[in-house]
C-alpha cells in the first residue's frame, strides 16, 4: 500500500518561501506520476503543479508559474514543491497525489496524502 506523507507547510509572510516534501512508501515513486494541489478555505480543491513518471515533464498552473517548482529525488522517494513570492491567496491545505498514469492531468489519483497547511499573512 502506497502512502504520501506531506510535511513542510507553516505559516509565511507574503514574499516569503516554503519547500513542501511527499514522503513515499510503500513502492518507488519512480512508477507515479504527482501532482500537488490545494484547497483553501471556501473554495473547490484545484491543481497546482505535477510531475509525470514519463520523462519528468512538468505542469504548472497560471498562478505557480514563476513562483512555484515541482521536483522528484528517487533516492530519496521524495517529491518536493518550492514556493517562492507566496501570496496570501496562496493559503490552503496543500495535498500531494500519486497516480499510475504517464502524464500530467488533475483529476483523481490512485493515492493521496493527508495534506499540510500553508498560511501567507499579508
Known amino acids: 500500500q502506497v502512502q504520501l506523507v506531506e510535511s513542510g507547510g507553516g505559516l509565511v509572510q507574503a514574499g516569503g518561501s516554503l519547500k513542501l516534501s511527499c514522503k513515499v512508501s510503500g513502492d518507488s515513486l519512480r512508477f507515479y506520476t504527482f501532482a500537488w494541489f490545494r484547497r483553501a478555505p471556501g473554495r473547490e480543491r484545484e491543481g497546482v503543479s505535477c510531475i509525470s513518471s514519463n520523462y519528468d515533464s512538468t505542469n504548472y498552473k497560471d498562478f505557480a508559474k514563476g513562483r512555484f517548482t515541482i521536483s522528484r529525488d528517487n533516492a530519496k522517494n521524495v517529491v518536493y514543491l518550492q514556493m517562492n513570492n507566496l501570496r496570501p491567496e496562496d493559503t490552503a491545505v496543500y495535498y500531494c497525489?500519486?497516480?499510475?498514469?504517464?502524464?500530467?492531468?488533475?483529476?483523481?489519483?490512485?493515492?493521496w496524502g493527508q495534506g499540510t497547511q500553508v498560511t501567507v499573512s499579508s
Open positions: 497525489a500519486a497516480d499510475h498514469r504517464q502524464w500530467c492531468e488533475y483529476g483523481d489519483a490512485d493515492y
